[in-house]
């Protein structure tokens, strides 16, 4: 325990600031009205009525981010040492005599692997008193929904091309936020150029501006800027023509559009971060699904998110569709989807002790509604389902 004490230490220090406010000031501001020829009007506090500020980064922030990655970094890199030599290297002595011992042994392990995985979260946050919900999230969402699904590739054999080839490979692969690229014929990762490193930092620094001027213009508002339903977002008295009334669907757009620029900009960071660091080249996360997706399944499958895409089409849709038509393993792998995206859900709005009062109980907390996720992406594997019947039964009658 003692050559742990330093580490912690310096992770403990490290996270000092809770970042559960934002208390930077403005650099300077700018009153916009006035930019466009109006009267200058000032409030009490002496700043213009449609004044913006811009505040430079918190470095603090910055340092905790990066940190807690570096955590879960190690978390996969332990993980894949456990699935590379107990379950992958264990794969080709199975023989007739043995298999079924094999089997177990490789569920086993596997279980384990999950469940250091599953409890990471919780006690990261828990032992660092994480208190900022934007590295809350990080702490549970990249390296430990990762190890999860890359433990079930090694599981059922359908990890990436070469990346079993080596123990380093392999560690490099499972401990990597990013899907590293392997070049197909030397099956050595492709080393990233300098083109590419400046072409993706200049993409995360406009990313990052963006972002900033949609949470200034909309955050004021609550990303809603129609006044909707009267009920409880959390709760279900909502009727039909609520739901699809004009202001409610532009508020879901804006708050959706949010989602994208918060993964954006945070998939480009880990890209700049993972290229200097490691020098390996990665593949793209985000393409803009919003607006460039020509269909639910494009949407899914080739803009939004291909990270998550890939490890769930490995580690779900390839070994449920050995047993299950196509359609009901893509249903399996939306299902895997709404099932982690609950757990984060728990995981970002852990309570602390210090939070709770006498019963135990956190009356001033927000208390997620849990179900919807796992609702949201069972209705689009259904969507996905009969966009592909229905475009065979289109093809069927085209091509007659």
């Known amino acids: 325990m003692a050559s742990c004490d330093p580490i912690t230490a310096t992770v403990t220090s490290m996270a000092a600031d809770k970042l559960d406010a934002d208390l930077r000031q403005p650099s300077f501001t700018f009153d916009v009205a006035f930019l466009l020829g109006g009267p200058k009007k000032e409030t009490d506090e002496g700043i213009g009525v449609l004044s913006f500020g811009v505040m430079l980064p918190n470095p603090s922030f910055w340092v905790q981010l990066i940190g807690f990655l570096a955590l879960g970094v190690v978390l996969g890199y332990v993980v894949a040492i456990i699935n590379y030599n107990l379950i992958i290297k264990r794969r080709g002595l199975q023989d007739s005599s043995c298999s079924y011992v094999r089997k177990v042994e490789k569920y086993l392990v596997g279980s384990i692997s999950i469940s250091l995985c599953l409890v990471f979260p919780y006690l990261v946050i828990w032992t660092f008193n994480v208190r900022n919900m934007i590295i809350k999230f990080c702490v549970a969402t990249i390296m430990p929904v990762l190890t999860i699904f890359h433990t079930m590739e090694a599981m059922f054999g359908t990890s990436p091309p070469c990346v079993e080839s080596t123990m380093g490979r392999y560690a490099l692969y499972s401990s990597s936020p990013l899907e590293v690229c392997f070049d197909q014929t030397t099956c050595r990762p492709i080393t990233v150029k300098l083109k590419q490193t400046l072409e993706a930092a200049r993409a995360f620094g406009l990313a990052l501006v963006v972002l900033g001027m949609y949470q200034s213009t909309l955050g004021p508002m609550g990303y809603e800027p129609f006044t909707t339903m009267q009920a409880p977002l959390d709760s279900m008295d909502h009727t039909i023509r609520d739901l699809f009334s004009f202001g409610h669907l532009v508020n879901n757009l804006v708050a959706a559009l949010l989602l994208q620029l918060y993964l954006t900009a945070f998939c480009l960071g880990l890209k700049v971060v993972t290229n200097i660091i490691v020098g390996v080249e990665t593949k793209d996360v985000m393409s ?113």
Request: glycine share 6%; aromatic share 18%; proline share 4%.
């Open 288 to 400: 803009n699904a919003i607006f460039r997706s020509s269909s639910p399944s494009d949407f899914w499958g080739k803009k939004w998110n291909t990270l998550i895409h890939g490890v769930l089409k490995r580690a779900v849709f390839k070994p449920a569709v050995r047993h299950f038509p196509k359609s009901m393993a893509a249903t399996a792998a939306f299902f895997a989807s709404g099932l982690f995206h609950e757990w984060i859900l728990s995981a970002i709005f852990f309570v602390h002790d210090y939070e709770k009062d006498e019963d135990g109980q956190c009356k001033l907390c927000y208390h997620p509604s849990y179900g919807r996720n796992l609702l949201f992406f069972v209705i689009n594997a259904i969507i996905i389902a009969v966009e592909y019947y229905v475009g065979e039964w289109h093809s069927g009658i085209l091509c007659r």
